[in-house]
């Protein structure tokens, strides 16, 4: 199945809305998108269930 979502997320760095594409096919993923307005690493944990989309963005440099 594929079921791509856009989702509108504010980077953790620079405070602009991104519009990132997720694919709701896997359940669980997590995986680090640069931010396009200021190019820094965030790191995405997004988990799809029954049409729900929870998707949690934080920055890679945290501890
Ligand atoms: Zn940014």
Redo the contacts with the bound molecule.
């Keep these: 199945m594929n079921e791509l979502r856009e989702i509108l997320i504010g980077?953790?760095?620079?405070?602009?809305n991104?519009e990132i594409t997720v694919d709701c096919s896997v359940e669980r993923q997590e995986y680090i998108e640069d931010?396009?307005?200021?190019?820094?690493p965030?790191t995405l944990s997004i988990i799809c269930d029954a049409g729900e989309v929870d998707l949690q963005v934080r920055r890679d440099d945290e501890c």
Excluded: A, S
């Design positions: 980077c953790p760095y620079c405070g602009e991104v931010c396009f307005v200021c190019c820094r965030m």
